[in-house]
T-cell receptor, first 111, second 113 residues
Framework: DAKTTQPTSMDCAEGRAANLPCNHS???????VYWYRQIHSQGPQYIIH???NNETNEMASLIITEDRKSSTLILPHATLRDTAVYYC????????????FGSGTQLTVLP | DTAVSQTPKYLVTQMGNDKSIKCEQN?????MYWYKQDSKKFLKIMFS???????INETVPNRFSPKSPDKAHLNLHINSLELGDSAVYFC????????????FGPGTRLTVL
C-alpha cells in the first residue's frame, strides 16, 4: 500500500471548516483513500473513503486531486467534539482490507 | 447496543503471565481484526479472521494466538507476557473481507509490569 504524509497538527476555530491535507504521491490505480479518526482513548472511527471522485457524507467531504496524488478531508463546521487524530490511509482493493495507520494529524478545534 | 465490545477494558499483569482479551461483535459481520497501538500511538494490524478462518497474520510473536470460536467472536490469547506487550489492543469488524468500513471496539489497555 502507498505511504501517506500528513501534517502533525492543525488548529481550527469552532464553527469554521477544517481542511486536512494528505499526500499520497505513490498511490496506484486500484488503491482507495480512507479517512478515519481517533478521539482520545477511543477506537478509530471511519469517516469517508474514495477512489477518484469527490465524496460527501453526513460527516465530511473528501476532495481527491485529479492526479490522485493528494486529497483533502473537509469538516464543514468543526465542533469541539471533532478534536481528534485524523488518519489518511491508502488501501488496495485486495481480498482483505489491511489498514495501515500512519501518525495522522492531531486536529484541535478551538472555542 | 454496543456494536464491537471488548473485555476487559484494562488489564494489568506481571511479566510471564498468560492472559486473554475477548472481542464480540453484534453486527453480523464476517470479518474481524486485532490491532495493536503502541506507546507512540502507531496502530498496526496483527490478525484478521473471515468466517473463523485466519486471513491476515502479520509478523507477530508466536506468543500471540487468536481464536475465533464463531464469526461473532475473536479472542486474543497472549502467553508469557513481556514488558513490550504493553499497549492498547483494538478489535474491529467489517461486513466482509473486502468491505470498506471497519468498526472498532473501545480498546483494551494492557499493562505488563
Amino acid at each position: 500500500d502507498a505511504k501517506t504524509t500528513q501534517p502533525t497538527s492543525m488548529d481550527c476555530a469552532e464553527g469554521r471548516a477544517a481542511n486536512l491535507p494528505c499526500n499520497h504521491s505513490t498511490i496506484s490505480g486500484n488503491e482507495y483513500v480512507y479517512w478515519y479518526r481517533q478521539i482520545h482513548s477511543q477506537g478509530p472511527q471511519y469517516i469517508i473513503h474514495g477512489l477518484k471522485n469527490n465524496e460527501t457524507n453526513e460527516m465530511a467531504s473528501l476532495i481527491i486531486t485529479e492526479d490522485r496524488k493528494s486529497s483533502t478531508l473537509i469538516l464543514p463546521h468543526a465542533t469541539l467534539r471533532d478534536t481528534a487524530v485524523y488518519y489518511c490511509i491508502v488501501s488496495s482493493s485486495g481480498s482483505a482490507r489491511q489498514l495501515t495507520f500512519g501518525s495522522g494529524t492531531q486536529l484541535t478545534v478551538l472555542p | 447496543d454496543t456494536a464491537v465490545s471488548q473485555t476487559p477494558k484494562y488489564l494489568v499483569t506481571q511479566m510471564g503471565n498468560d492472559k486473554s482479551i475477548k472481542c464480540e461483535q453484534n453486527l453480523g459481520h464476517d470479518t474481524m481484526y486485532w490491532y495493536k497501538q503502541d506507546s507512540k500511538k502507531f496502530l498496526k494490524i496483527m490478525f484478521s479472521y473471515n468466517n473463523k478462518e485466519l486471513i491476515i497474520n502479520e509478523t507477530v510473536p508466536n506468543r500471540f494466538s487468536p481464536k475465533s470460536p464463531d464469526k461473532a467472536h475473536l479472542n486474543l490469547h497472549i502467553n508469557s507476557l513481556e514488558l513490550g506487550d504493553s499497549a492498547v489492543y483494538f478489535c474491529a469488524s467489517s461486513r466482509n473481507r473486502g468491505a470498506d468500513t471497519q468498526y472498532f471496539g473501545p480498546g483494551t489497555r494492557l499493562t505488563v509490569l
